[in-house]
């Protein structure tokens, strides 16, 4: 291999109907290239499906091991040109007699001066043929291209047939070193037929790669996904150097979803040396549960004491999308850990009780206001741990985690006896609170006993009604309709007796306050219906 030093490219366009059968010739005009004149002969006919053949000798039978359905078009290698068995009279470069398919012509002579032209195959269109050709370093070294190769598709559609230097094949493969027939003067040229070939132009870029002289140039111009489909056809083929390259430039190059797939499938299938997989490997394996865990909460805690609101919201959203039920990144609660969320819903229901203490402690003798402790003041802080705890419900409600939710906010007695005395201008953040939660019962997404029902409404229902008004002005995205609807509903999920209580309280507040309260009429006339009707 070291005696040949360059390749050159030679090609001719696709022409109409090559992958068609061999039965005959279709009569086609003249193709003529620059100082050659063409014309046209029958074709070669290929032994039959399976078989791998050379010049003098019988058929020979091969199977290639199993390989991806899947196929990639693109244009061959600068160093490579093309001849391909169509069904009709192939011309040789050069000549004006058309080549005996029988009788093993001399192979042209490659003129130095050819350079590649770009070939950009529409897909389900035919591949433009190739033949690898190889200058020798020193005039009279090497043997040419002394080998035929045949790639014949499962279907048998689509042929591309190759002459190669049988020195580079066999050198880079141990499949072909292994196929290759012995020299025989005598016999001419010599042949291998490859048939059932899932992946055609697969095939063919990877034994083009074995002439390439700078192998990860070659990769970049072909792309990540033409390198995961050389790699699964250079380890059947056992081209080692091959899925060296392929997987160096696999590993240093960005993926997208599609290719990242494509090799987990592909490392599913096939072995690779642990030297040369590991750094590929190390970015395909996923993290244990536990370590999804703990990060889980990690990222949601940093969210709930993030001092930028714009960058909080935008952090939920992230969030949000990352534990969605419906996210390609998240399958199951693997990655979410319950007890670390109750622990940060609890940190932030004592901070909001800590800011309503605060501000409900004893003006100074001058009657001047409270001295403010912290930068920013108490409206904005009390809105934030409200954000932080609605967030954290609807992540534990998406999650079917929210019972004990409900438990804690129905119990926290402190806040519902200093919402009466607290401001108005920041208390209704609290009934935000507990609107997210009465939407929830009302709309069936959590299911809690009877008594804990009983206990939430009598803590929270006189502050809902009492703050449905600055909810309205101020909603940041709370639907008031939604509310009023599921509000009834729930309140329909108690006893009667308790159903009749808490609507007394609201028909006296609506009578009162009009549009500032609920309106909870459709409820109300359930409610009758079912206490009074005979």
């Known amino acids: 291999m070291a005696e040949h030093a360059a390749r050159h490219l030679r090609r001719r ?45 019988g058929p020979r039978k ?18 490579l040109a093309g001849l391909i068995d169509y069904p009709r009279r192939i011309l040789s470069p050069g000549r004006v007699s058309p080549i005996d398919p029988d009788a093993h012509p001399p192979i ?42 045949c790639l014949r598709g499962r279907d048998g559609g689509c042929v591309v047939v190759m002459d190669l230097d049988s020195a580079v094949l066999c050198g880079s493969s141990a499949f072909f070193a292994a196929m290759a027939p012995e020299p025989n003067a005598a016999a001419g040229a010599r042949r291998i ?57 696999i590993e240093a190059v960005p993926w997208n979803e599609n290719e990242e797939e494509k090799l987990k499938h592909l490392f599913a299938r096939c072995t690779f040396v642990e030297a040369l997989s590991k750094d ?23 969210v709930t004491s993030s001092t930028n609101n714009s960058a909080r919201k935008d952090m939920q ?18 990655g979410l850990n319950k007890r670390s969320l109750y622990q940060i819903c609890c940190s932030c229901l004592n901070l909001l009780v800590e800011l309503f203490k605060e501000d409900l402690e004893p003006k100074c003798g001058t009657g001047q206001a409270l001295k403010i402790r912290h930068n920013k003041p108490m409206i904005e802080r009390v809105s934030k741990q409200s954000e932080n705890l609605s967030w954290l419900f609807e992540i534990l409600v998406n999650n079917d985690m929210a019972e004990n939710f ?7 007695d402190d806040l519902i006896r200093m919402h009466e005395q607290a ?57 008031a309709r939604a509310l009023e609807d599921s509000l009834g509903q729930a309140l329909l999920t108690l006893p009667l007796r308790e159903q009749q209580s808490l609507f007394e309280e609201w028909f006296q507040c609506f009578a009162s306050r009009g549009a500032e309260c609920p309106n909870l009429s459709r409820a109300f006339q359930v409610w009758w219906r079912r206490s009074f009707a005979r």
């Not at 091969?62 to 160093?79: E, I, M, N, R, V």
């Not at 409900?406 to 926290?412: E, F, M, N, R, T």
Request: net charge negative; with cysteine; charged share 20%.
């Open 193 to 249: 037929e490859v048939d059932g070939v899932d992946n055609v132009a697969a095939f063919r870029d990877a034994v083009e790669l074995m002439f390439q002289a700078d192998a990860p140039r070659w990769l970049a111009r072909a792309g990540v996904s033409r390198a995961i489909a050389v790699l699964e056809v250079a380890s059947s083929i056992m081209f080692d150097k091959g899925i060296r390259s392929c997987l160096e430039y």
């Open 423 to 479: 401001s108005p201008m920041f208390r209704y953040e609290l009934s935000r609170i507990s609107a997210g939660v009465f939407i929830a019962l009302g709309q069936g997404k959590v299911q809690c006993p009877s008594d804990l029902r009983s206990q939430l409404f009598r803590g929270w229902f006189t502050p809902m009604l009492t703050d449905f008004g600055w909810l309205q002005r101020c909603s940041k995205g709370l639907d």
């Open 62 to 79: 091969q199977q290639l091991p199993p390989k991806s359905p899947s196929s990639f078009h693109g244009s061959p290698s600068s160093k």
């Open 13 to 57: 366009g696709p022409v109409a109907g090559w992958c068609c059968s061999f039965a005959g010739v279709p009569p086609s005009p003249d193709h003529r290239l620059p100082h050659r004149t063409l014309s046209h002969a029958a074709a070669p006919q290929g032994p039959a499906a399976g078989s791998v053949c050379t010049g003098g000798e």
């Open 108 to 149: 042209p002579t490659p003129t130095p001066t050819d350079q590649p032209q770009p070939h950009n195959p529409e897909p389900q269109q035919p591949m433009a043929p190739f033949v690898a050709v190889r200058e020798e370093e020193e005039e009279g070294q090497g043997d040419g291209l002394d080998l035929r190769l």
């Open 317 to 334: 959203s992230l969030i949000n999308g990352l534990l969605s039920k419906s996210s390609v990144y998240q399958k199951d609660l693997s």
């Open 406 to 412: 409900v438990v804690l906010w129905a119990g926290q």
């Open 280 to 302: 590929v490997l190390a970015r395909l394996q996923t993290q244990p549960s536990s370590s999804s865990e703990d990060l889980t909460g990690q990222l949601i805690q940093s």
